[in-house]
């Protein structure tokens, strides 16, 4: 079967550094995105990987592993706004998005 | 601004209730989604429409129904709904439909929070 684990929820100190990270099974594979969702809002887009490396994008960096079926989110200088649940996605062979449950981040000062 | 919305954003409803969503994007894409979103689990794919043409029905009951008039616009219409249909519908669109591309990066709106008593 298909499925995406990733923990269910997180600490971190605002001005640290957090990883979230995601295991993937997709039938085939298409790449995979990392979605932001703060409380009442909309999903938005932060990174999409499909080859192996590492995507730095400002204070957000996504990695992908496509051997170990592994991927993270790394956040960096965290502040308090990226308080959010953080949603892993697969793509898998028709091009269908297969979604993690979301890891919820909580940033204190 | 994320170029899709929905209305309403709150919805209370009996479960002998007729209703509807309603989804807008203004970004020109041809594909467009529903999902519901339910506390601690996966975002589940319902329904897409790629070119106003119906191409995923997961499995969805008959309870909801989609609407598809043209490519800015989709509904979604509810009838004699249960309580634990109760949860966060999103509406998501995207440039590509499924089995076009794999960068296939979906918009999401705001999404309306049901509640069905």
């Known amino acids: 079967g298909q499925n995406i684990d990733q923990p269910t929820e997180m600490t971190a100190t605002e001005g640290a550094i957090v990883q979230i990270n995601c295991t993937y099974q997709?039938?085939?594979?298409?790449?995979l995105f990392w979605y932001q969702q703060h409380a009442g809002e909309a999903p938005t887009f932060l990174s999409y990987?499909?080859l192996d490396g590492l995507e730095e994008k400002g204070r957000f960096s996504s990695f992908l592993s496509r051997s170990k079926g592994y991927s993270y989110l790394l956040l960096k200088e965290l502040q308090m706004k990226d308080s959010a649940s953080y949603l892993c996605?697969?793509?898998?062979?028709?091009?269908?998005?297969?979604w993690g449950a979301g890891t919820k981040l909580i940033i204190k000062p | 601004e994320t170029g899709v919305t929905q209305t309403p954003r709150h919805l209370v409803m009996g479960m002998t209730n007729k209703k509807s969503l309603k989804c807008e994007q203004h970004?020109?894409?041809?594909?467009m989604y529903w999902y519901k979103q339910s506390a601690k689990k996966p975002l589940e794919l319902m329904f897409v429409?790629?070119?106003?043409?119906?191409?995923e029905n997961n499995s969805v009951p008959s309870r909801f129904s989609p609407e598809c008039p043209n490519s800015s616009h989709l509904f979604l219409h509810l009838h004699t709904l249960q309580p634990e249909d109760s949860a966060l519908y999103l509406c998501?669109?995207?440039?590509?439909?499924?089995?076009?591309?794999?960068?296939?990066?979906?918009?999401f709106g705001p999404g309306t929070r049901l509640t069905v008593l």
């Open positions: 998501a669109s995207s440039q590509a439909g499924l089995a076009e591309s794999s960068y296939n990066e979906q918009f």
């Open positions: 997709t039938s085939g594979f298409n790449g």
């Open positions: 970004l020109g894409h041809n594909a």
């Open positions: 996605a697969g793509t898998d062979s028709n091009y269908q998005l297969i």
């Open positions: 429409y790629n070119f106003k043409e119906q191409t």
């Open positions: 990987n499909v």
